[in-house]
């Protein structure tokens, strides 16, 4: 393969090429999307606990989706690895690649579009870069070097995020009636670092920088400070209006299963936008490989037959990626009436 062409590498882009336009009914178009305020804002630091965790189910159960703000990452961690992020992307091709080329895993890895490149019908306006960040110290000295601090300022944005993590997954169990560690285990025990970026487009109503999908997450935590997430709501995109200093929470298939359909992935999508560049810090939140998702027992019953099948993780997510912007056809793979 000839090396990489990234988008942020591209030079005096003055159309969307070709093989970058969305068929018209999964194009964005121009039609202005509301920025509903609709998807609820939960703060963490409320005290109220009973009150937190039923904010948290009731967002998770109508929109798959949440914010939150006074959530204990702070605002200088953040600034400083949206900022080390942003001079990743804008390096060369080349030097990208060269920094990601000390995992003998092959876990830290650059790409454009999507993983799924060769074989999709339209490419994404994306780069991304995304690595193993849990446990630390087992990952880190694979990470790029480049630009200066890379490793340290990253750290400890992954080591808060884990905590932020543990803490939202608790307040879920017991949301669930799942009790103390059920999500806080090896079902969040490998998550990833997805780091995504979108250069200016030249017209962002024939592309999208993400294609329509649900994650294949337990949950996810991202970061934005432009616009450009968009959320489908009973058949209507609304867009998650970025909040200073603020995450967007969302709900994965693996949640979905886990809680037998209760919580839902909501499906979502990424604009690109004509002015400025758009980054989003994407903490994925995984199973080990061989963990088995399934729905919990405690929430089967007679009334509540189960509505996935056990699958290992592993085995999910060989079927989720070659289906990830076809929902419909992840849920089957996943449903019970499935072998
Ligand atoms: C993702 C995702 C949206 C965004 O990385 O799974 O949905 O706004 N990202 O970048
Ligand atoms: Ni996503």
Redesign the pocket.
Known sequence: MGEVKFVSNWEGVQSVPPDYIYPPEKRPGNVVVPMANAIPVVDLSTRDRPLLVRKILDASQEFGFFQVINHGVSRRVLEETTRIFKKFHAMSGAEKAKECSRDPYKSCRVYTSSENYRKEQTHCW?D?LIFNCHPLEKYVHFWPQNPPKYREVVGAYCVAMRTLVLEILELVSEGLGLGRGYLASEMSENPLM?V?H?PPCPNPSLTL??SQ?C?P?LI?I?F?EVN??QVLKDGQWIG?HPIDNAF?V?IGFVLQVISNGKLKAAE???VTNAKIS???L?Y?VYPKDEVTMEPAKCLINEANPPRYRALKFKDFQRNYLPRASDTKAVMECIGSNCS
């Open positions: 994306r991304a997805l995504n979108y920088g993400l999908h994650d997450s996810t991202l934005q450009g997430l998650v967007v969302n979502h999508r990424a758009r980054q989003s994407t994925l």
